[in-house]
DNA sequence: GGTAAATTGATAATGAATATCAATTAAGGT
DNA sequence: ACCTTAATTGATATTCATTATCAATTTACC
């Protein structure tokens, strides 16, 4: 992805998010701006709301968790972002990306890297699975747990 | 399932438990008894923790739900259950059936009802995506939401 | 029956997420 | 710039499912 490209993304995420607040009467803050920028900013995918307070507390420490909390969910409302819940009891975020498409997750139970992937046959065969079962699919979750190779369980992924 | 096959069953997996608690030097207790009976004779699939304690406190008021808990994990730690964590937030229960194998579900979104299925083609699918993104599959999680059809939306299948 | 170890159940503690609420701030009209 | 109003914030309390604690009880074995 190239600097113009990146750009335009964060311009048009600005966008959406304020056509959003302006759509719902809520008001634009500088909290929201700073959680704005360090979230679509940070590298790593699938942060977790304690991870990405953490981060947001070095720029302007007095902002609480509460607002942290808050204003993921609102990314998430606005589109701007996917709520995601593996196994470990914490809930975690990431940009929802250019296209916009769903996609599901490999997860390395040793080092805990994350591979995004979106199979098109996945969506063909679950849809089959529900119709045959009389079910209108609206939703699936899934998530594909294993090993990523061999040199991976001397590093640590988790926080 | 006729009643000889159930029988069967039922003996199954008491010899299950029972060998299991002889390895681990874990005792036999009327509590775990009581519990064994309630959870495997319900018919109802995908029983919560809490819905199964208020079942076993009419046969036994004394039963503590620390002591369902600890229960249902150790039907889980001997093969005799499966432990499931829809979107809920509470942990639910399943026995397992005969043949043993894993299988995912289909979940109304409307009146909760739960369609179990096992289908071979999702797990070539998925073992072979795994692989081609050098994952050595191990565990899978799937789960399919949607409406089972248009004549549900009064029911309520939650607790 | 006696002994050691496992079990139980009442209760406290945990931890992530949400609710509460007084103080602050943003936005629009004047 | 001031006023008004409603949204926002952040500290704190609360919720809820689950786990930990621990003294009292029960089981298994001699
Ligand atoms: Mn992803
Ligand atoms: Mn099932
Ligand atoms: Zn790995
Ligand atoms: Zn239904």
Redesign the interface.
Known sequence: MNTLKKKRSKNERKRVLDSYLAKKQLKSTKQRDTIFDVFFNHTDDHISVEELYEIVKKRNPKIGFATVYRTLKLFKECGLAFER?F?DGRTRYEPVTFDGERHDH?I??DCGKI?C?N?P??QV??QS??KS?????????????????SSCESQDHSS
Do not use: H, R, T
């Open positions: 819940n196994g490999i390395c139970i591979i992937f199979n046959e996945v065969l679950l699975l529900a079962n009389k079910f209108e699919l609206s939703n699936y979750k899934l998530e594909l747990y294993g090993n990523c190779d």
